[in-house]
């Protein structure tokens, strides 16, 4: 009796300990999502939107996309998608390739993108520590200087803040030097030309534009004047005697009238001048119209030289006669 017992009990330990009674303990899907409503709605709702898996997709195991995925997906393409790919098997692979490198240049692009804005993001942060580091920098370098100057005796101190100041106005100088701005500009004394000043100013060509000259207009007056007769020996030569000579008149033209008085007041010195000039010529020379021509400009040359007002424009003779 007492083992029958035992062994009841031990069934009736066991009835309890069934699988039967221990699923109706566990949790039911529907329980499960109630405690998770009540316990973490936001996890739920997310789960919630979660729809139901498209039948007609296709996942991959190992989650790549190969050539033969992509052949599959042109042989079960449209009517018209298959026509092609009989007559151009190739394509595919070609496809296939073309979205590998899309997907490469898309995945850089994310990347870049990414790199680019948490750098960004960091600029403002590492620019205001680099900031302060600078700033900490400095300061321990003004502190420990002061900190310097302050062990330095008065003959130092002084020296060191007049060296300071001598920089400074040194400094100061030399940027108004550069700039002009200390000593003024170099200035001409002089006008050189009225182009400046002018109103208008107007220009000629002289070569296809037949211009009047201003000596040569009748409607200025001419400043001429008639020397008087110089007779001198001239050098001889081989088709002269050994003593010829020369009679001649000019007529002086001068660039004002100024210049016909000054030769006026000074024609004893103008007639040795010309003396001068005249007896420096051959015969062979003044008896040619090459040698007067040379003559005539040999004479406004030395008179320029001696006049004090105005220039002389032109010599003309008005009587040659050379004796052999």
Not at 127 to 148: C, E, F, N, S
Not at 285 to 299: I, N, P, T, V, Y
């Amino acid at each position: 009796m007492a083992e029958n017992e035992s062994t009841t009990k031990v069934e009736d330990h066991n009835k309890e300990n069934s699988p039967e009674e221990t699923s109706e303990e566990l949790l039911s899907l529907d329980n499960l999502d109630s405690i998770l409503a009540e316990e973490d709605p936001e996890f739920a709702k997310s789960l919630g939107e979660i729809g139901p898996i498209d039948p007609n997709s296709q996942i991959d195991s190992d989650g790549t996309y190969t050539v033969d995925d992509e052949k599959k997906l042109w042989a079960k393409g449209s009517a018209l998608r298959q026509k092609i790919l009989k007559v151009f098997p190739f394509l595919p692979s070609l496809s296939y390739k073309i979205k590998m490198q899309r997907s490469a240049l898309r995945l850089k692009w994310i990347d870049t993108k990414e790199k680019l804005r948490v750098g960004i993001k960091a600029a403002g942060p590492a620019t205001l520590k680099a900031i302060k580091a600078g700033l900490g920098k400095i300061k321990d370098g003004i502190g420990a200087g002061l900190a310097a100057f302050k062990e330095f005796s008065l003959v130092k101190k002084l020296a060191f803040v007049g060296l300071v100041a001598a920089t400074v106005v040194a400094c100061i100088v030399g940027y108004k030097a550069a700039n002009h701005k200390l000593l003024p500009e170099d200035q001409d004394l002089f006008l050189p030309s009225l182009e400046e000043w002018a109103q208008a100013k107007y220009l000629y060509d002289t070569k296809e534009e037949q211009m009047e000259s201003f000596y040569d207009s009748t409607r200025t007056s001419q400043n001429m004047i008639e020397m008087k007769k110089i007779v001198a020996n001239i050098r001889p030569s081989k088709s002269s005697g050994p003593n010829p000579m020369a009679a001649m008149e000019f007529y002086v033209e001068g660039t004002v009238a100024e210049v016909v008085v000054e030769i006026k007041d000074r024609e004893p010195e103008m007639k040795d001048l010309f003396l001068r000039t005249i007896e420096e010529m051959n015969y062979d020379q003044m008896a040619s119209g090459e040698g007067k021509q040379l003559l005539c400009d040999r004479l406004r040359k030395d008179i320029n030289k001696v006049l004090t007002t105005g220039k002389v424009r032109r010599i003309f003779i008005k009587t040659a006669i050379v004796k052999p």
